[in-house]
């Protein structure tokens, strides 16, 4: 019970700019929803990005073939990530210009 009470308040919080300014679902997703996902995807894929140099660094000044495998490996999945989350970014993206266009 206490889950779904959580989960009303949020939508509560959410959906009262719409009721008390009459804005529409539009206004709030162009005013406050995207700038805080290209915010937050922003963030992550700049995390991405120093997770990968930090591999090839670590790469290029590993002695043993140990710490070699580790580099390599935090740096594909730098690439991972950001290749998710530019994915992610693009779905979100059509999805926001084919409904809200």
Known sequence: MNSIHHIFILLSLVTAPIFVRAETLKTVVDTRIIPLLDAAVGFLVSLAVVAFVLGLVRYLYSAGDNKKSEARQMMV?????????????????????????
């Open 77 to 101: 999945w730098g690439v991972v990530a950001m290749f998710v989350m530019i994915s992610v970014w693009g779905i979100v993206r059509i999805i926001h210009v084919t409904f809200f266009g």
